[in-house]
């Protein structure tokens, strides 16, 4: 198919990989005809799990990758010296514009620092936020940053509310989304000095629709559709989301099996409870893209199986069609401007 | 009785108050003989309250307040102004040494100024954290700083974990208490300035049991009894603890309602349930004490009901029987010593 999505795929990533990423990938291209996928890594390997699987041929290729980047490898040297990691193919991919995207399961420093120094940032972005979709009561939000810039300044904060923003709008399908600053209080004098400086600056944004504060307990009701904060604290919320969902799942689990009259209601509500627990899972709703890039890089969690993969596979194609990134720099271009009428306000 | 523990409770701080924390403060006397409970605030309210009840009438008396502090109140002018509302006359009791302790539901940022200014600091503590404890999938933990102090120093950390060692041990009674630092990633080159900087001064202390970083997944786990971090994010994993679980329940619930067999099935494991999700109730903990004052102050969560309240008031009898600051002060002495070294190491 002439005018394809084209993906690259780093086979080698994360804990169930090659297996589980290969079998999403060829999942993601018999549901989807506009896809090509290039898997990256070891040949022998992906061609031995392909062939347990019947599949349109003509829309997975194999680029060969002879290193893999490790998990405790210190990003920036593992991207500098491992030059046929399955991560530094197909990133080089991205910017020679073989590909369109490149997902990973992998390290998620290698893919940051690789994000940055290998496929580059949109001219104006100053850093790219890693922004995964996080389940709520009403649906999903846009969790912006969480990983990539620690010690973020304002501006930083505010190019994140703006690309959430977009994102949330052309790929969500959330019309004029609700953005919010992650703060210790609804009250706008609350809040560290990074919050006391930003809040005035989202105000003024005339692009955005700022609602203001958000405090961490809002966050799961779905008070917000875009959740501005920096790096550290998006990762805070994001790691106790996991680690909290899984701890009380395991406790209402416990108390089911704690007598013979709960067992039997356990046998009765498992279906139902499924069904709605679904929505409150992660996995679903694909990965998470690095935003601002000259091309798409989206990180799937290192536990990922082939679901997610293949959920991140055609995410892609939104990602594309919607032409995200066009969008960002057109929004980055009135947002420059913008900034310098606040120069002059005062602001 | 002679040596009773002295208990001064804000009866108006609080969503439910005054009729809440009245009904808390005579079953806190009912069940220890050696608590004196002063329920302070407008006293026609609460001798109103208080004739609902069959109590021990010499272990309750009235401190009449005529102001009350409101939420919305800003903390530093409310204080200033409002010399006859109950939070002042009651840490002004705590100050005088009439109370050993004060106990309220009523504004954060009203406790904690009031908690600086009037009944202020041991010498050598620079900033006094609230600490609450967390319920964990092993019991509960200790999150210290969370809400007094935004933007603080690696040396206010420090403090942070030494005090919170101290009150894990001694009120909790977990011996050698794990003490870890909020972090991105296990490794200790990760982390944002604050916690790199902490990081190696934390490694340094003799006198706490320092395991490294906890990533946020891994709290509610129980991996560490004493959780240091700055406040801001001390006070989004409460807050998202908060939110995340009720949200989470819900989710359950609504999935239980969704079919009559589910239904059937929700009656059969109701009382297992509630038994087990108990176990991740804060409200059974009791208060968060602000740490490293004059005296104790006690912050309950404004929605406190009168378990809450009880629980509270019993918590401060070993608060005061361990004699916690004192150890606290020893630990402090200890730890300018130790930092003189550091200094003079070079670190």
Same mark, same amino acid.
């Given at each position: 198919?002439q005018?394809?999505?084209?993906?690259a795929?780093?086979a080698m990533?994360?804990?169930?990989?090659?297996?589980?990423i290969?079998?999403? /990938?060829?999942?993601?291209?018999?549901i989807r005809k506009? #896809?090509?996928?290039f *898997?990256v890594?070891?040949?022998? /390997?992906?061609?031995?799990?392909?062939?347990? =699987?019947s =599949?349109?041929?003509?829309?997975?290729?194999?680029?060969?990758? $002879?290193e893999?980047?490790?998990?405790?490898?210190?990003?920036?040297?593992?991207i500098?010296?491992?030059?046929?990691?399955?991560?530094v193919l197909g990133m080089?991919?991205v910017?020679?514009?073989? /590909? @369109?995207?490149?997902?990973?399961?992998?390290?998620s420093?290698?893919? *940051?620092?690789?994000?940055?120094?290998i496929?580059g940032?949109?001219k104006?972005?100053?850093?790219p936020?890693? +922004?995964p979709?996080?389940?709520?009561?009403?649906?999903v939000s846009?969790l912006?940053?969480?990983?990539?810039?620690v010690?973020?300044?304002?501006?930083?904060?505010?190019?994140? +509310?703006?690309?959430?923003?977009?994102?949330?709008?052309?790929?969500v399908g959330?019309?004029?989304?609700?953005v +919010? #600053?992650?703060?210790?209080g609804a009250?706008?004098?609350k809040?560290?000095?990074l919050?006391?400086?930003?809040f005035p600056l *989202?105000?003024?944004?005339?692009?955005i629709?700022f609602?203001?504060?958000?405090e961490a307990r809002e966050?799961?009701?779905?008070k917000?559709?875009?959740i501005?904060?920096?790096a550290?604290?998006?990762n805070? #919320?994001?790691?106790l989301y996991?680690?909290?969902s899984?701890?009380?799942?395991?406790?209402?689990?416990?108390?089911l099996?704690s007598?013979?009259?709960?067992?039997?209601?356990?046998?009765l509500?498992k279906?139902a409870l499924?069904?709605?627990l679904?929505?409150? @899972?992660?996995?679903? =709703?694909?990965?998470?893209?690095?935003l601002g890039?000259n091309?798409?890089?989206?990180?799937?969690?290192?536990?990922?199986?082939?679901?997610? +993969?293949?959920?991140?596979?055609?995410?892609?194609?939104?990602?594309?069609?919607q032409?995200?990134?066009?969008?960002?720099?057109?929004?980055?271009?009135s947002a420059?401007?913008?900034?310098?009428? $606040?120069?002059?306000?005062?602001?």
């Open positions: 198919m005018n394809a999505i084209k993906v795929v780093d990533g994360g804990d169930h990989a090659p297996g589980e290969v079998k999403g /990938a060829q999942a993601a291209v018999k506009d #896809i090509h996928v *898997l890594g070891k040949k022998d /390997a992906i061609e031995k799990e392909l062939s347990k =699987y =599949y349109p041929k003509d829309q997975i290729s194999i680029v060969h990758a $002879e893999t980047i490790e998990m405790a490898e210190p990003p920036v040297l593992a500098r010296k491992k030059k046929q990691s399955s991560i080089n991919m910017k020679q514009k073989e /590909a @369109d995207a490149f997902v990973s399961a992998g390290s420093g290698a893919i *940051l620092v690789g994000g940055q120094v496929v940032r949109i104006g972005i100053e850093r936020p890693l +922004a979709l996080i389940p709520t009561k009403k649906g846009l912006v940053d969480c990983g990539a810039n010690d973020a300044r304002p501006s930083h904060l505010v190019q994140f +509310a703006k690309m959430g923003s977009v994102y949330m709008e052309h790929v959330i019309s004029n989304p609700k +919010a #600053i992650v703060n210790i009250e706008e004098e809040g560290n000095a919050v006391k400086e930003t *989202l105000k003024e944004c005339q692009d629709n609602t203001g504060s958000i966050i799961p009701y779905g917000a559709d875009v501005v904060c920096e550290f604290t998006g805070v #919320i994001l790691k996991e680690g909290l899984s701890t009380l799942l395991g406790v209402v689990k416990k108390g099996m007598s013979l009259r709960s067992k039997m209601g356990a046998v509500i279906p499924k069904e709605t679904k929505s409150f @899972d992660a996995s679903v =709703y694909g990965g998470a893209p690095l890039l091309g798409l890089v989206v990180k799937i969690h290192g536990s990922s199986k082939a679901t997610e +993969a293949k959920n991140a596979i055609i995410q892609c194609v939104t990602f594309k069609e032409k995200i990134n066009e969008k960002i720099k057109e929004n980055i271009i420059s401007k913008e900034e310098e009428q $606040e120069g002059k306000n005062g602001v």
